[in-house]
């Protein structure tokens, strides 16, 4: 920042925060209320879609006001200066916003991350109407290869993902995992089953099944 005003303030937020006791602790009062509207503005913005209102919603921006003012304290050695440490800092809560909308509404809506609709496969492809019978005989192709090919594991990430489209940080939550790991099964569960159906016939050597 060529601003030597700004340059002050971002060096007083770093200092306050990495401090300890009442120094840090009048920093974190300061700076949470400019996280939690941050918050509310991001959650009403995604509102809408996710089908979240009333005090649901102002349950979930405080509660990413308050993981983003955690996650800022801990990545401190991060901050380089190059905008204003504001414009960083909430770079981090409307991260969390998005995460804890995306878990409250999968979690609300009760769908079973183990849910299998195998017609959903199609939407995985450029099929058009007129493919639906092949739509049909892939669909049972793929639900074939999963229930040969692939282990217990691979097969629950590979329906809640591709299948039912659900956010990996919520499987991850729901089966105490985490991100890393189940992108790992899952790509293992890709390669096995593009294996599969290109030895079947069903998909050719260029293609592959798409996750999520």
């Not at 183990?114 to 995985?124: C, G, N, V, Y």
């Amino acid at each position: 920042m060529d601003n030597p005003a700004t340059d002050r303030e971002n060096r007083r937020w770093v200092r306050d925060l990495a401090a300890a006791g009442p120094v840090r602790e009048a920093a974190c009062r300061e700076l949470y209320p400019l996280l939690l509207r941050i918050a509310k503005s991001e959650a009403r913005r995604r509102a809408p879609v996710l089908e979240l209102d009333g005090p649901e919603l102002e349950d979930i921006a405080h509660q990413a006001a308050a993981d983003a003012l955690m996650a800022i304290g801990e990545r401190l050695d991060r901050f380089r200066g190059e905008a204003r440490f504001t414009t960083w800092a909430s770079k981090f809560v409307i991260f969390n916003v998005a995460t804890t909308m995306n878990r409250h509404f999968w979690r609300r809506h009760e769908v079973p991350y183990d849910q299998e609709d195998w017609s959903r496969i199609a939407s995985r492809f450029n099929v058009g109407p007129d493919d639906e019978a092949q739509v049909r005989e892939f669909a049972a192709a793929v639900s074939t290869a999963v229930e040969e090919n692939l282990s217990e594991r691979q097969r629950i990430v590979f329906v809640a993902t591709v299948l039912n489209g659900m956010p990996m940080d919520v499987l991850a939550d729901e089966l105490g995992s985490t991100h890393n790991a189940l992108y790992k099964v899952l790509f293992d569960a890709r390669k096995k089953l593009r294996a599969a159906l290109v030895a079947s016939g069903h998909l050719p050597e260029a293609d592959e099944v798409h996750s999520a």
